[in-house]
């Protein structure tokens, strides 16, 4: 949940309580050759090194973790626009499920008041409560929501936008993955995964990594 950004070179944001940004490194980013059987000479494959925190404990949220790993793995996710996600235990980005108030504090200054989940530099920050439920607006099942949740958060990760006003592009059309899905639909069908323009947006890697918070 969050605001467009300028365009600039790859950059990492800094953690929550850090003042100085940590290297590409440090964060779990790199750059390196594509699969010459699968990618042209001239593509580039960044792998995203990642690691998956479950800060709650009830059966509702027990494949928190395999879900994110499913998601992220994907080819119809953002492994399509050239990401290579790799789980990484010693990794600094990290996808954190939590109750509200944790993620209020993870998320400030984005205010998502105990509701709504967030991207905050280096920390996807996703609301227990609504991987167990999703929202009232939200018109498919759970487990699309989930992966939606997932497909959107770690889209600003990655230097993702939610799209210019309006954000359903026609009634009846599959929303954009970062088109804010929790809290309208505007006539839109749900939709979990980027559509063809954003993977095709994200694959020119021209957007900073993990950006830090944008008013």
């Known amino acids: 949940m969050r605001g467009g950004a300028a ?4 950059a990492v944001a800094s953690t929550l309580v850090a003042c100085q940004a940590p290297s590409a490194d440090e964060v779990g980013v790199s750059r390196v050759p ?3 059987a699968t990618t042209s000479s001239t593509e580039v494959v960044v792998e995203v090194r ?4 479950r800060r709650v404990g009830d059966a509702a949220t027990a494949e928190f973790a395999d879900v994110v790993r499913a998601t992220l793995a994907d080819p119809r996710g953002w492994a399509g626009a050239g990401f290579r996600m790799a789980e990484d235990a010693t990794a600094g980005l990290v996808v954190v499920l939590a109750e509200g108030d944790e993620v209020d504090r993870l998320c400030f200054p ?3 008041g105990g509701r709504f989940s967030c991207q905050n530099g280096p920390v996807v920050a996703i609301n227990a409560d609504r991987w167990r439920v999703a929202t009232a607006q939200w018109t498919g099942d759970l487990a699309t929501y989930r992966q939606m949740l997932v497909n959107h958060e770690v889209g600003h990760l990655l230097g993702q936008h939610h799209p210019p006003d309006p954000q359903c592009p026609a009634p009846g059309r599959p929303a954009p993955v970062m ?3 929790s809290t309208e639909l505007d006539g839109c069908l749900p939709n979990p995964w980027p559509l063809p323009d954003e993977l095709a ?3 020119r890697h021209e957007e900073p990594l993990a950006p ?4």
Not at 7 to 10: D, I, P, S, V
Not at 50 to 53: G, H, L, P
């Open 201 to 203: 947006a994200a694959a």
């Open 50 to 53: 990642y690691r998956i925190e």
């Open 7 to 10: 365009r600039l070179a790859l």
């Open 179 to 181: 088109a804010q899905q």
């Open 34 to 36: 594509p699969p010459p």
């Open 212 to 215: 830090p918070y944008q008013p």
């Open 110 to 112: 984005y205010r998502t």
